[in-house]
């Protein structure tokens, strides 16, 4: 079973950058986590950027894999109420990848929304993408650590 992360753009911050690679390697010690990024699109309007943007996440979605949209609008989790449900998803033999999406900043397209399993939401408030894609890799890392009984998580 795998984890991948896809990314609109990359992160222009280094530290975020290198932030966001940490928790990505200690979440493959547990099971291989990718990250993938996509290009950003400048288009004429916010809608066609977010259908061009949301077109190209959904070329890395395989039939077998489960796509989770990160969306503000989506389900609120804690972490461990997160761990509980990836690890029911990774254990099911009939899905291939979890594919976490994070749109740019006009977020997912409709279409892209319509084709999730889950449509998560990290917080409520609003961050900048690049923050989310941090946070998001430490919740993936969080919710292994949980899953594995390891000390990260002591809440």
Known sequence: MRILIVGVGSIKDPGLAALEREF??????????????VREHRDRGPEQIREKESTRILERVG????????????????SRG?????????????????VFA???????????IDQARLTLA???????HDLTRVVLAEQ?????AILNNHPYHRG
């Open 82 to 98: 997160l761990a509980k449900w990836l690890g029911r998803t990774l254990s099911d033999p009939g899905t291939g990848r979890v």
């Open 102 to 112: 994070v749109g740019g900043s006009e977020a997912h397209h409709t279409k892209l």
């Open 24 to 37: 990505i390697k200690r979440a493959s010690g547990f099971l291989t986590v990718e990250l993938e990024e």
């Open 122 to 128: 990290l917080t409520r408030l609003t961050f900048p």
């Open 140 to 144: 993936v890392y969080r919710a292994l």
């Open 63 to 78: 039939p077998r894999d489960l796509l989770v949209a990160c969306d503000e609008k989506g389900k609120e989790y804690t």
